[in-house]
């Protein structure tokens, strides 16, 4: 999993970067495909090289300049377009978007930042200043898609290598606005973003456009808006990437990940458990398992453990953390040690793949005894687990303190007990993506909607509840794809068989009892 998502990443056309600030502006993470302009990331790690020093001779006093201004004005992004000169010698032109990160003080913790090669972009707008015939014959034979618009985003012209991607002649295209070909969530993004992308001078993102034919063209843009010499807008030019072959890649690596999610329930006496996660993105950075462990001298895995974790963000990067995660969480419940000492122990071992990124992770862990019901739980950062009790009509939650993991070494997690709970209780365990989903007018779907779907489905099946709750999530979002990933299990607590019921009563425990 981490060969093959790592490998999609070096693949992608742009580079990750992280600098600190003042008086440091050391680079603390660069992604591994700079090797692309022939350098290696431990190359400006390590400080062999500044990346001030790659940057074209030309450019280097303007970009100090421009810099130091925005430093002045405490922007919290900037973009910048120069030139850099590669390994070889050859100079290429990129697009530097620079995010100021900050603590809850306010103070600036680092930039985060992703260099585009535009290369061919620019090129091409020299060109098209020099000569019009000229710039047409080179987007004649262009791979990438060209969309002149004028400032009504209506086509008033496009390349041979856009109609090919979408199917259509140019001259069906003219009039036309891009908006007319977008998915239904395109659009919404598109609406949503319209007055930032219209008043940003040099912009990028990624959507969906429908072909002639029906079938579905991810595509990535880059867009500039066009100004006459008294700065006022006369239109806008998009080069437009198709994604179709990497998105391709990227649901191969999907398919690898969900590989490494559990694959049936565990079949546990006096349990009935199910699970599901359903990634935004193609990959995600949500996870659950099921898994056993030894309890102390018993030579059986008398211990069933349920986790759910969450990676802060989504997508590739999310994604193998999630995949170096899954093999912690794994090779550490197999070894003996209370619950709050295994998750203590794994927050520590997560701490260096997380401490390079700006990300981290919320985990719940649930423990129960399979021979009496007891049950133990660490929440480390996490949504509570959700419990309802249908005797009763009543939620509760299982609650506890403890940071995410992959903050600091010096967190502790409180491990929290409670006694065999009555039979037909439900358990929920879900990440924010489930309450947070929002609907097509923007409204969220909450946990008071989620609590009335456990209460009216709990005298079926977890694996019933489960399916319902993603039902209504599906309608609720209009069919929308989700913003956020979406995993949840679902523990309904069964009737103890005879033989569990006698150990229970042997350890003097009672058959019900809550925790909260």
Not at 95 to 118: L, M, N, P
Not at 160 to 172: H, P
Request: one cysteine or more; aromatic letters at 8%.
């Amino acid at each position: 999993m981490i060969r093959t998502t790592a490998g999609l990443c070096c693949s992608l056309p742009v580079i990750l970067f992280r600098r600190m600030p003042e008086p440091e502006t050391r680079l603390v993470y660069v992604s591994e495909n700079i090797n692309r302009i022939g350098y290696s990331a431990d190359d400006f790690i390590e400080e062999r090289i500044k990346f001030p020093d790659i940057v074209h001779r030309r450019d280097q006093e303007r970009l100090r300049e421009e810099i130091e201004d925005y430093a002045r004005r405490d922007l919290s992004d900037y973009t910048q377009v120069y030139r850099i000169v590669t390994r070889d010698g050859e100079t290429r032109w990129v697009e530097d978007t620079t995010t100021t990160e900050r603590d809850a003080s306010g103070k600036i913790t680092h930039y985060q930042g992703i260099v585009v090669d535009i290369t061919e972009r620019k090129l091409a707008e020299e060109k098209l200043s020099r000569s019009e015939a000229k710039f047409r014959r080179i987007l004649a034979t262009a791979a990438e898609g060209f969309v002149l618009l004028d400032d009504k985003m209506r086509i008033v012209d496009v390349n041979d290598a856009y109609c090919r991607m979408l199917g259509y002649d140019r001259v069906e295209l003219m009039g036309m606005s891009p908006h007319q070909l977008a998915t239904k969530a395109f659009k919404r993004f598109l609406e949503a973003n319209a007055e930032r992308l219209l008043n940003t001078k040099h912009r990028t993102f990624e959507g969906s456009y429908h072909a002639k034919d029906g079938h579905l063209v991810p595509v990535l843009i880059h867009g500039n808006t066009l100004y006459d010499e008294d700065g006022q807008q006369l239109g806008f030019v998009d080069f437009v990437t198709d994604l179709t072959e990497q998105k391709r890649s990227l649901l191969l690596a999907g398919e690898v990940q969900k590989n490494l999610l559990p694959k049936h329930p565990p079949r546990v006496p006096g349990l009935d458990i199910a699970g599901r996660s359903i990634p935004c993105d193609e990959i995600g950075g949500d996870y659950y398992d099921f898994l056993t462990r030894k309890a102390a001298a018993s030579a059986n895995n008398d211990l069933v453990a349920v986790t759910v974790a969450d990676i802060a963000g989504h997508g590739v990067d999310s994604a193998l953390l999630m995949a170096t995660a899954r093999s912690a969480i794994r090779e550490r419940f197999a070894s003996p040690g209370s619950l709050n000492e295994v998750v203590g122990d794994l927050n520590r071992s997560l701490l260096d793949d997380f401490s390079t990124t700006d990300r981290f992770m919320t985990l719940f862990a649930l423990q129960i005894d399979r021979r009496d019901g007891h049950m133990c739980w660490v929440r480390a950062g996490h949504d509570p687990a959700l419990v309802y009790y249908p005797d009763d009509d009543k939620f509760d939650t299982l609650g506890g303190t403890g940071l995410p993991l992959g903050i600091s070494g010096r967190g502790v997690f409180s491990e929290n007990q409670s006694r065999r709970l009555p039979a037909g209780t439900i358990i929920a365990v879900g990440t924010d993506g489930i309450w947070e989903a929002r609907g097509p007018e923007g409204d969220m779907f909450g946990k008071e909607r989620f609590k009335q779907i456990i209460r009216q489905e709990s005298a079926r099946s977890a694996h019933d509840i489960l399916e319902a709750v993603y039902r209504e999530l599906y309608r609720f979002g209009g069919g929308y794809k989700p913003e956020d990933d979406i995993t949840l299990v679902i523990i309904k607590i069964e009737p103890m068989n005879a033989d569990a019921a006698s150990s229970a009563a042997g350890r003097n425990l009672p058959p019900k009892g809550r925790k909260t």
